[in-house]
């Protein structure tokens, strides 16, 4: 197959398998949308994508176009090879209903957690092994004062990044249900991926425009 398409439901996940040299393409399809990404190496669960190794490697809290994602055992896992919007997060943790029920008295609340764990599961992953997230178009800047902030996105309709694989992996895309405090401009919608043998550079120039 050259290239599949799926969609994220709003406020829901899913998961997919994709081989060493595909690309895959995430779009926020209605714009200031957060999804929260994860992946491990469909050969070695134990190795899984890490901010905190892919911080070390970067010397940053953000990453562009060029930059390598790093895993767990110091390997590059996926790299960055197109962003039209520039903004996204490597430092705050997926939500889950703990955080709905103690900061928000919600119980029973969907979360990045669950949405994460659904497809995860039946390939192995666990509640325990699951990685830490990117968290693709959320708006988290540092203040001057060290403070981390979240914050409604940036990103309209159609923003993307693209990743090429640099192994094979299991990866998951949460649409981040919050729909309480800002973060996505309090509207949950959907997102789409597509997954691709080839990419030709067609938005390669959005992220300078």
């Avoid at 070695?44 to 190794?53: A, F, G």
């Avoid at 090429?164 to 401009?185: H, W, Y």
């Amino acid at each position: 197959m050259c290239q599949s398409t799926l969609t994220v439901p709003a406020g829901h996940g899913k998961t997919f398998e994709v081989k060493k040299g595909q690309f895959i393409t995430v779009t926020d399809t209605g714009g200031q949308q957060a999804a929260d990404f994860v992946a491990v190496n469909a050969d070695d669960l134990s190795e899984k994508l890490s901010p905190v190794h892919t911080r070390q490697h970067l010397r940053s809290l953000f990453f562009k176009p060029g930059d390598a994602l790093w895993s767990s055992e110091n390997r590059p896992m996926l790299r960055i090879v197109a962003d039209t919007i520039g903004i996204h997060d490597a430092n705050v943790p997926a939500c889950d209903r703990t955080r709905f029920s103690v900061d928000f008295g919600v119980e029973g609340h969907r979360n990045c957690v669950d949405n994460l764990l659904e497809g995860m599961k039946a390939h192995g992953v666990t509640y325990f092994s699951l990685p830490e997230p990117f968290n693709l178009f959320q708006n988290g800047p540092v203040t001057a004062d060290g403070r981390m902030e979240v914050t409604d996105p940036n990103s309209k309709a159609g923003d993307c990044i693209v990743f090429e694989a640099l192994c094979d992996l299991i990866c998951a895309v949460s649409s981040c249900p919050q729909d309480i405090i800002p973060g996505n401009g309090l509207q949950v919608t959907p997102i789409d991926i597509q997954i691709s043998n080839h990419y030709h550079g067609e938005i390669q120039h959005a992220v300078n425009a």
